[in-house]
């Protein structure tokens, strides 16, 4: 467990009166910077953060069901990600870095 990072993806459909939080990771090192969805079930979201031994890694989440269940797609060892972009279900750009 690492201790001092949260990662929470919320949704809200009310104009911002009524969040819900959808995914909740708390002690693992991580946190989602930016989330592309296509439609209302289909997102990815970029992660930056540690791995239990410090060093810096990222990783894509991705969800088919709006986050009811979702998959690592790719992790990104010495590195994070920062960004995603998804102009559809099959195509898109994640952006990052490599630390040395």
């Given at each position: 467990?690492?201790?001092?990072?949260?990662?929470?993806?919320?949704?809200?459909?009310?104009?911002?009166?009524?969040?819900?939080?959808?995914?909740?990771?708390?002690?693992?090192?991580?946190?989602?910077?930016?989330?592309?969805?296509?439609?209302?079930?289909?997102?990815?979201?970029?992660t930056e953060g540690v791995d239990n031994t410090g060093a810096g890694t990222g990783s894509i989440y991705y969800t088919s069901n709006a986050?009811?269940?979702?998959?690592?797609?790719?992790?990104?060892?010495?590195?994070?990600?920062?960004?995603?972009?998804?102009?559809?279900?099959?195509?898109?750009?994640?952006?990052?870095?490599?630390?040395?």
């Amino acid at each position: 467990e690492v201790d001092g990072y949260s990662a929470f993806i919320s949704l809200v459909t009310n104009e911002g009166s009524d969040w819900s939080v959808l995914v909740n990771i708390t002690g693992q090192g991580f946190y989602f910077n930016e989330i592309s969805c296509v439609d209302e079930n289909t997102c990815w979201a970029v992660t930056e953060g540690v791995d239990n031994t410090g060093a810096g890694t990222g990783s894509i989440y991705y969800t088919s069901n709006a986050w009811s269940t979702y998959d690592v797609q790719y992790t990104v060892s010495n590195g994070a990600l920062t960004a995603i972009q998804m102009t559809n279900s099959t195509f898109g750009w994640a952006a990052g870095a490599l630390v040395s």
